[in-house]
């Protein structure tokens, strides 16, 4: 069943992660909330048990029982906390008990029974978002909060649901809005103005102040990805050079298997590591060499996909036998942002420096995935390469994939209005690109959207948020 943008009735869900623990919680938001809590919650003050009426954000301690028959099922803690002051905006009710499956299936069952209905996925965020509490940019924040696997996730998680999207992407939609307002204008009353000053000046704040800010907007994307979404870090190299051998050094892991035998890993070898509080996804993969051999072959088209898609490259190199030119054009080939040359196996060549000779425009390392020498000096060198040049820290701002294709379109628009202006001098053609630019923006706060869109968004949350 989908999300029903025009269903308020009071849904209900655990709010817990699945299986045993300590607390588990139950949520209940909508119309009925606190007249089911009075329905099955005894509570232990007799001034609640005469009266009925509950403060709202006061925790009551008592029992939940059946009301059908009155067994008593838990000794639990409760709130009511009145509307619009909840995270839904409507009257919200969170029962905390014991944290067993069977236990808090119980009271779900019974809360159920008593007129509310299962919440679908997201529900409850979306309903903070319907009614107005927060913007679609804000409930995504929920999401990548709950998903955030480093500190630097955790912030700009934070900072999305405090607003820091939304508050910029309404700067751009608002001075857009003015600009088109003044070109409808002109079409309306094209004798009371000015018409080629107009357009100039409209063309000239689009051109000049609102386009290169959306574009340094857009930049973020790119810059700080990788903070939400982890760094895809590839090894990569000539069989034999120690590629499985410095992957597992640096996960701690023995993930790749590591012999003396040219062409080992045919398959890629993925492991999570994080480094400085970002999370890294590494991938060993097969050596980079011409082969006869069908499955080895495969194993270095994987390789190369790899190096394709990947955000930072360590290239492994076999000290004691250097690069060839072959080697050179293989990773020219792949020409990624961040990439470190790691002269491995320096134990043989009696070398105990870490700084080396680089590669083009990459830094060189020495070290030994044997022995663990040069090890910290690697994961030093690939934290300030990746973090340099990213402006989370400044801005705490991170679009997501959605922002990005919709800020695209907007600059897009934007753009083709300047060119109907400055080429054809068509108000009418401006102002309908201009009016396009501002619904993209529109779209990324969540205003006039479809519903299977908003479904879409909000399917991808766990019940009970």
């Not at 509307?83 to 009257?91: M, V």
């Not at 000046?201 to 102040?209: G, I, L, P």
């Not at 499985?244 to 003396?260: D, F, K, P």
């Amino acid at each position: 069943m989908k999300n029903n943008l025009t269903d308020f009735s009071t849904i209900a869900a655990i709010a817990t992660p699945p299986g045993n623990g300590g607390v588990g919680i139950i949520r209940i938001s909508g119309p009925e909330s606190l007249s089911i809590l009075r329905n099955i919650f005894a509570a232990t003050s007799l001034e609640i048990t005469k009266t009925g009426i509950f403060e709202s954000h006061r925790m009551y301690h008592g029992r939940i029982f059946d009301p059908s028959c009155r067994e008593v099922i838990d000794e639990v803690l409760a709130v009511y906390m009145k509307a619009p002051r909840s995270f839904t905006a409507e009257n919200v009710v969170e029962i905390q008990g014991h944290g067993g499956s069977y236990v808090l299936g119980r009271i779900l069952s019974i809360v159920i029974d008593q007129g509310a209905r299962i919440a679908e996925p997201g529900e409850f965020t979306m309903r903070a978002f319907l009614n107005g509490r927060i913007d679609l940019t804000q409930a995504e924040g929920v999401l990548d909060l709950i998903e955030a696997s480093s500190d630097q996730a955790l912030k700009l998680a934070a900072s999305q649901i405090g607003g820091g999207i939304r508050d910029k992407i309404k700067d751009l939609r608002d001075r857009l809005r003015n600009v088109h307002a003044g070109l409808e204008a002109l079409i309306d009353f094209p004798d009371e103005t000015e018409d080629a000053m107009e357009l100039s000046a409209s063309a000239d704040e689009v051109e000049k102040n609102i386009v290169p800010e959306m574009k340094a907007f857009l930049k973020t994307y790119e810059e700080t990805r990788f903070l939400r979404d982890g760094v895809k870090l590839v090894i990569a190299g000539p069989p034999n050079a120690g590629k499985s051998s410095l992957m597992n050094a640096l996960t701690g892991e023995e993930r790749s298997i590591v012999t003396s035998i040219p062409g080992t890993t045919r398959d890629l070898v993925r492991e999570r590591l994080s480094l400085a509080g970002t999370p890294v996804l590494v991938t060993d993969t097969a050596g980079l060499r011409e082969s006869e051999d069908e499955v080895e072959s495969i194993g270095i088209s994987l390789t190369r996909k790899a190096l394709s898609e990947a955000d930072a490259v360590l290239w492994v190199m076999d000290i004691t036998k250097g690069i060839d030119e072959k080697m050179s054009e293989t990773i020219r080939s792949f020409p990624v942002k961040h990439g470190i040359l790691v002269w491995n196996k320096a134990d043989l060549a009696g070398i105990k420096q870490h700084d080396s000779t680089g590669f083009d425009n990459m830094p060189g390392i020495m070290v030994s995935a044997k022995t663990g020498n040069g090890l910290e000096f690697l994961k030093q060198t690939m934290i300030e390469l990746l973090l340099s040049d990213s402006s989370a820290e400044k801005s705490g701002i991170a679009l997501n994939l959605r922002h990005k294709n919709l800020l695209e379109s907007a600059i897009s628009h934007a753009n083709r209005s300047i060119e109907a202006i400055r080429f054809s001098g068509s108000v009418e053609l401006a102002a309908e690109d201009l009016r396009e630019s501002v619904g993209a923006l529109d779209a990324i706060l969540g205003e006039n959207m479809k519903a299977d869109i908003l479904d879409d968004i909000f399917s991808r949350f766990c019940i009970g948020k």
